[in-house]
């Protein structure tokens, strides 16, 4: 990392003309605001970019992707409700009108905490102010070998994937001659019962047994089994045991079986190994736990089991104020326990930040440490029902999905993607038939 900083290639800042290292850079402050470099175009990057735009700083935004990703409904994308678009917002069309700010589409491998700066390849980009918001990845738990019978779902090239699998299992039902290959063709499993696996096993639940009716003649879609497996007693467990309770109902009366109690003990090319005995499937998907970003080893800082780096009251990583981490890369902890990983935990941090930033490049104090409002939990089980807990507020049904629909509108990037899935939802939800349904992903 030292000899990639060493040979720093100059980005393309219009006042820089040969590389420096972050102490330079502060030292010409007079003349150069100071540079906040943000990793992750996500929840967290995006929210702590725009609070920035009117601050006198210079903002840098990198991310492998060009564009902002809603991830809570990319369900929608892989069970063909949505498409790829529909959920997604271009960084730069986001920021155009900030004139602090820059966008880098690229990929970082690594920091120089040391001379300050964030190294893409062969590149050294210099910061004042860093924000890691890199996000998460799927965690196997030690089996990093079932990835590839069992793929998760954090990005769009894994949606339109699971997309086409999907779809295609149905189209192979319908020409299988036999019935045993037929019924595991015809056989979904879920593997993890939190918010993903059920809003996803609702969705393939809707998919077979409303939007597929009556377009196959071999094979009822209906016949489908969509199987949501959990090693814990209970699915949802950041919600009320009522409330998950009445999930479960919802779920079972969706036709979805619902498997408490049941750790997987190995995923193959042939399905799911559950207390010792084979469960035959075609598609096994994984919505169970998540592991935090390279960032901590980036840095070389102290991380949890998730990998994810500890942080201060403000954020920070100890021992560097300059360094921020947030979203489901930073392991921060209130009222005894580390904060979810979830959307509101990134937005709120990035927003907290920005402000830090702002407040120290004016020769402010900053004292006040970050704290999290929980503004609750929401999930929505296929068509019709959801669940919402907000504090002692608990309730479920048409209201709770109906709740869920106007908040995911709300934090969606851009008019037109919002104004776009609302009328797409009132056109799924009432004539049953999304218009997504393409099988693009080449053969596996």
């Known amino acids: 990392m030292k000899d990639a900083a060493e040979t720093a290639v100059t980005t393309r800042r219009e006042d820089a003309v040969e590389p420096v290292s972050g102490a330079q850079a502060r030292s010409a402050k007079t003349t150069t605001p100071p540079r906040v470099v943000i990793v992750g175009a996500g929840f967290g990057g995006l929210h702590a970019a725009r609070a920035l735009g009117d601050a006198p700083v210079q903002v840098t935004v990198i991310d492998r992707n060009n564009y902002h990703l809603f991830q809570p409904l ?44 964030v190294l893409m390849g062969d590149q050294a980009i210099p910061y004042d102010y860093l924000i890691l918001a890199t996000g998460a990845r799927d965690s196997y738990f030690g089996h990093n070998e079932w990835a590839r019978f069992a793929p998760g779902l954090k990005s769009i090239q894994e949606a339109t994937k699971l997309r086409s699998q999907i779809l295609r299992a149905f189209e192979q039902a319908e020409e299988e001659p036999d019935e045993e290959k037929r019924q595991t063709l015809l056989t979904f499993v879920l593997i993890g019962a939190g918010p993903t696996g059920v809003e996803m096993a609702g969705a393939i639940a809707g998919l077979a047994h409303q939007t597929l009716k009556g377009e196959f003649h071999r094979i009822d879609p209906a016949d489908a089994r969509i199987i949501l497996v959990e090693a814990l ?3 949802l467990l950041a ?8 999930a479960k109902q919802a779920l079972n009366h969706m036709g979805v079986e619902v498997r408490t109690h049941s750790p997987v003990e190995d995923v193959t090319d042939e399905g799911v190994i559950i207390g010792g005995k084979l469960l035959p499937a075609q598609t096994v998907i994984w919505t169970a736990g998540v592991a935090a970003s390279p960032a901590g080893a980036w840095l070389g800082v ?26 489901d890369t930073a392991h921060f902890e209130q009222d005894g326990k580390p904060l979810p990983g979830v959307a509101p935990v990134a937005i709120q941090q990035g927003k907290y930040v920005a402000q830090v930033i702002a407040d120290r490049v004016a020769g402010k104090e ?6 999290y409002f929980d503004k609750g939990n929401m999930a929505t089980i296929g068509r019709l029902h959801g669940i919402v807990s907000i504090g002692k507020l608990q309730f479920a049904g048409v209201l709770a999905w109906f709740l869920w629909l106007v908040l995911h509108l709300y934090f969606l990037i851009g008019f037109r993607n919002r104004l776009i899935v609302m009328l797409l939802w009132f056109w799924n939800y009432t004539t049953l038939q999304p218009g997504a349904r393409l099988i693009t992903a080449d053969r596996t």
Do not use: C, W
């Open 366 to 371: 900053v004292s006040k440490p970050f704290h």
């Open 302 to 327: 102290e991380t949890d089991r998730a990998g994810r780096v500890f942080v201060s009251s403000d954020v920070s990583i100890p021992g560097h104020p300059d360094v921020f981490v947030i979203g």
């Open 74 to 117: 990319l369900y929608q994308v892989a069970t063909a409700s949505l498409s790829p678009a529909d959920i997604t917002a271009p960084i730069r069309h986001v920021l155009r009108k900030q004139k602090n700010t820059e966008v880098l589409m690229g990929e970082v491998t690594g920091v120089d905490v040391q001379q300050q700066h």
């Open 239 to 246: 919600f009320p045991e009522g409330l998950a309770r009445k």
């Open 233 to 235: 007693p209970r699915i």
